[in-house]
C-alpha cells in the first residue's frame, strides 16, 4: 500500500506502479490522504457556500469523528470500528458521490 499526499510526483508513482502490477489481484493499493479530498470541498464550501459541498464535508466529518474516537486504542479496536462504523460511511459516502456526480466535479474542479 502506497499512502501519499496530493503531491504530482507520487499519483504519477503510484499509477506507475499499479500500471506494472498488470492484471489480475492487485498487489498495490493507493491510499490517498482524506485531508487532501477534504480541503477541496472545504475550499468550495468558503467560497460559495454551497450545500453539496457542505454535506460533503459533513459526511467526512462523521469519519474524522469516528478516528478521534479510537485513537489510542488497540489496532484490533481501530479495525473493528473501521470496518463496523466507518465502511457504511465510506458505502454511502460513495453512492452520493457518483449520484451527485458532475455537479462536484463542477464544484470542486475535478
Known amino acids: 500500500m502506497i499512502q501519499a499526499d496530493a503531491f504530482g510526483g507520487y499519483e504519477a508513482l503510484a499509477r506507475s ?3 506494472r502490477a498488470g492484471r489480475g ?3 498495490l493499493v493507493h491510499a490517498a490522504c482524506w485531508a487532501h479530498a477534504r480541503r477541496k470541498f472545504y475550499d468550495v464550501f468558503e467560497a460559495t457556500r454551497s450545500p453539496i459541498a457542505e454535506e460533503a464535508l459533513q459526511r467526512i466529518g462523521q469519519l474524522y469523528a469516528i478516528e478521534a474516537e479510537i485513537t489510542g486504542q488497540s ?3 481501530r479495525l473493528a470500528a473501521r470496518r463496523n462504523r ?3 460511511i465510506l458505502d454511502a459516502l460513495h453512492e452520493w458521490l457518483v449520484s451527485t456526480g458532475t455537479e462536484v ?3 470542486v474542479g475535478a
Open 25 to 27: 489481484p492487485p498487489r
Open 105 to 107: 466535479s463542477a464544484e
Open 86 to 88: 466507518a465502511v457504511p
Open 75 to 77: 489496532a484490533e479496536v
Open 17 to 19: 506502479a499499479i500500471e
